[in-house]
């Protein structure tokens, strides 16, 4: 019989949301999309859940994340094994390191690798932070048991580290191969992806099951692990019900507030209330053209989760540049003088001028 893992990490149950508006309705779609695993476990008759990490904010968390989560755990019922993260870590204080928790859960409270059998020939390793720095986990470690040996913690693909992510007990899949585990499944970044050797997954990250900041990759939800004659085989489960995208809305040749007003909206059009937005106004418009960053957020971004805009257009009064006794006002001159076609590069050399880069 086939043996099932539902594996989630970087829930980050209570976190804050701060380059996004729609607070609270985002912590309420992570709690919703935790909700929404257990459902895939129930439903894939999953025989253990294993949670790499970061599933709550610490500092923030509090009585009712713990009875949200020992009433998700109980509504599984079956075997759930947590590896804390970095933001999540295992203390005296931490709201899993209780007398009361629920007897099917079990935390890898320690920054060091324990065993645990799943099954004839299948052994579960788990590996927790602690509030010290865990240093590099794999380091002189060989797991020798028979069969399948799948690794849980929380931790840094060092080879793929996405910018601005502090690396946290890192990691690399050379590393998992050496250190004879036939699987690492873990957390610590949001978007989702399984890095495979020979034909087969090394180490798989879930992502977050909703998105958490912008730029984190598409895959978000959780994986069914699925072992069976010494074979592993992944299913990603999407659970994500909210987008953050990032983009441009074209202003080139507006010349009034109205103008820019409907080109916003029109941009929107294909967005809702589950889509959380970062909106740059780009090219360039006619000189003294308002733009009430505030009011265009506030009428057009009613219809979307959250509205945040940027202004990264240029506006220039090509005649009064042109009788510039410069450089610039030369260069204008010459470009205004080839007709149409000076006219395309004048946005372009002038914001060479100011030392600005715009969206072609």
């Given at each position: 019989?086939?043996?099932?893992?539902?594996?989630?990490a970087?829930?980050?149950l209570?976190?804050?949301?701060?380059?996004?508006?729609g607070?609270?309705?985002?912590?309420?779609?992570l709690a919703?999309?935790f909700?929404?695993?257990?459902d895939?476990?129930?439903?894939?008759d999953a025989?253990?859940?294993?949670?790499?990490?970061?599933?709550?904010?610490?500092?923030?968390?509090?009585?009712?994340?713990?009875?949200?989560?020992?009433?998700?755990f109980?509504?599984?019922?079956?075997?759930?094994f947590?590896?804390?993260?970095?933001?999540?870590?295992?203390?005296p204080?931490?709201l899993l390191?209780?007398g009361d928790?629920?007897?099917n859960?079990?935390?890898?409270n320690?920054?060091?690798?324990?065993?645990y059998p799943?099954?004839?020939?299948?052994?579960?390793?788990?590996?927790?932070?602690?509030?010290?720095?865990?240093?590099?986990?794999?380091?002189?470690?060989q797991?020798e048991?028979?069969?399948?040996?799948?690794?849980?913690?929380?931790?840094?693909d060092?080879?793929?580290?996405?910018?601005?992510?502090?690396?946290?007990?890192?990691?690399?899949a050379?590393?998992?191969?050496?250190?004879?585990?036939?699987?690492?499944?873990?957390?610590?970044y949001?978007?989702?992806y399984?890095?495979s050797q020979?034909?087969?997954?090394?180490?798989?990250?879930?992502?977050?099951?909703?998105?958490?900041?912008?730029?984190?990759?598409?895959?978000?939800?959780?994986?069914?692990?699925?072992?069976e004659?010494?074979?592993?085989?992944?299913?990603?489960?999407?659970?994500?019900?909210?987008?953050?995208?990032?983009?441009?809305?074209?202003?080139?040749?507006?010349?009034?507030e109205?103008?820019?007003h409907?080109?916003?909206?029109?941009a929107?059009?294909?967005?809702g209330?589950?889509?959380?937005?970062?909106?740059?106004?780009?090219?360039?418009?006619?000189?003294?053209?308002r733009?009430?960053?505030?009011?265009?957020?506030?009428?057009?971004?009613?219809?979307?989760?959250?509205?945040?805009?940027?202004?990264?257009t240029?506006?220039?009064?090509?005649e009064?540049?042109?009788?510039?006794?410069?450089?610039?006002?030369?260069?204008?001159r010459?470009?205004?003088?080839?007709?149409p076609?000076?006219e395309?590069?004048?946005?372009?050399a002038?914001?060479?001028?100011?030392?600005?880069?715009?969206?072609?």
């Amino acid at each position: 019989m086939p043996f099932r893992i539902v594996h989630c990490a970087d829930v980050h149950l209570e976190t804050t949301f701060p380059g996004t508006r729609g607070g609270s309705a985002r912590r309420k779609a992570l709690a919703d999309a935790f909700v929404r695993i257990i459902d895939e476990a129930l439903a894939r008759d999953a025989d253990a859940l294993t949670i790499g990490g970061d599933l709550y904010e610490s500092e923030r968390a509090g009585p009712q994340t713990v009875r949200f989560l020992f009433e998700q755990f109980a509504r599984f019922g079956k075997p759930v094994f947590i590896a804390p993260g970095n933001h999540d870590p295992h203390a005296p204080s931490s709201l899993l390191a209780r007398g009361d928790l629920p007897e099917n859960v079990r935390v890898f409270n320690e920054a060091a690798w324990r065993a645990y059998p799943l099954a004839e020939g299948l052994t579960l390793y788990g590996f927790g932070h602690t509030p010290a720095e865990p240093g590099r986990p794999f380091e002189n470690v060989q797991f020798e048991r028979a069969g399948v040996q799948i690794a849980l913690v929380h931790g840094s693909d060092e080879e793929r580290c996405p910018p601005n992510k502090r690396a946290t007990a890192p990691f690399s899949a050379a590393d998992v191969v050496a250190s004879g585990a036939t699987l690492l499944l873990t957390g610590h970044y949001h978007g989702g992806y399984v890095v495979s050797q020979a034909g087969r997954p090394v180490l798989a990250y879930p992502g977050s099951p909703e998105p958490i900041k912008f730029g984190e990759g598409n895959l978000h939800g959780a994986f069914l692990v699925t072992i069976e004659n010494g074979e592993v085989q992944l299913e990603h489960l999407a659970t994500a019900h909210t987008r953050l995208l990032e983009l441009d809305c074209d202003l080139e040749g507006v010349t009034n507030e109205n103008a820019a007003h409907e080109r916003v909206v029109t941009a929107l059009a294909p967005y809702g209330p589950s889509d959380y937005l970062r909106l740059r106004l780009v090219g360039a418009v006619a000189p003294h053209t308002r733009l009430d960053l505030a009011l265009l957020q506030q009428q057009a971004g009613a219809t979307v989760g959250s509205l945040a805009l940027e202004n990264a257009t240029v506006s220039f009064d090509y005649e009064s540049i042109a009788r510039e006794p410069t450089v610039r006002g030369h260069v204008v001159r010459d470009l205004l003088e080839r007709g149409p076609e000076g006219e395309a590069a004048l946005r372009y050399a002038l914001a060479a001028f100011e030392g600005s880069e715009i969206a072609p």
